[in-house]
């Protein structure tokens, strides 16, 4: 990217965009405008080539159906993959997550081929779906605060070798494995389980993408409080109810 100019991708909304997702490239948008950037926003439709050229892609959640098409389409097109290679950042929530990974389970019960991206593969949960507030410490190396989300899926996420856990859970399910960890790094691609929307409750998630496509390891400070209002209401319902 430019000294001043970020280019942000919203992928597939018409297909991948439940629990309020969307609120995540509204929120990417606006920390970057209060550190003075110009963000140029780019929704891509599900019949439109994605962009190479982009800095940050985000990718949603959805249905079995939507989530099958978008995966058939995204592996069609290509596009994603190459601005990957390209340097770009990625991150995805539920659906979005399980389509960056190796295969998952589609809405017709076969194994559907995924984008590669993250070294995971998900299959389908045999235990009750997975529903409700999460409160988990995200992993040391990207030193953020804990996160809070909320989960609703079915599916279960096995990772592999070169996937980090993107947090370890306090309460909640995650990645539904039973080894107590939430969603999956790769270098510049994130996944995970987390709606909410996770970038309103979690706005550093959000600023570490940042820092990522700027390349620096600070940024200036922001108005947190309606953020930390938010947080701290859902982390106090979490642990209500664990």
Request: aromatic content about 6%; proline content about 5%; overall charge negative.
């Amino acid at each position: 990217m430019s000294d001043n100019s970020l280019r942000l991708v919203w992928v597939y909304p018409d297909l991948l965009s439940t629990y309020g997702d969307q609120g995540n490239a509204l929120v990417v948008e606006r920390r970057a405008r209060q550190r003075g950037l110009d963000v140029q926003r780019l929704d891509v439709r599900s019949d439109q080539p994605i962009p190479t050229s982009g800095d940050i892609y985000l990718i949603g959640g959805g249905e079995d159906r939507p989530q099958r098409l978008a995966a058939e389409r995204l592996l069609r097109d290509g596009g994603l993959n190459r601005a990957v290679s390209n340097g770009a950042i990625v991150f995805s929530v539920c659906a979005g997550y399980q389509i960056l990974g190796h295969e998952f389970i589609n809405d017709q019960d076969k194994q559907q081929q995924g984008l590669g991206l993250l070294d995971v593969v998900s299959t389908r949960g045999e235990a009750e779906r997975c529903v409700g507030d999460v409160l988990a410490d995200i992993d040391p190396q990207l030193n953020l605060p804990p996160l809070t989300g909320f989960e609703n899926h079915q599916g279960v996420t096995h990772l592999g070798p070169t996937a980090r856990p993107f947090a370890k859970v306090r309460f909640g399910n995650g990645n539904g494995v039973g080894d107590g960890f939430e969603g999956a790094w790769q270098d510049t691609v994130f996944g995970t389980y987390m709606h909410g929307p996770v970038m309103a409750r979690n706005p550093h998630i959000a600023d570490l993408l940042l820092k990522l496509a700027l390349d620096v390891n600070a940024l200036p400070p922001a108005d947190d409080r309606w953020y930390e209002a938010l947080r701290q209401e859902r982390i106090a319902a979490a642990t209500a109810t664990a």
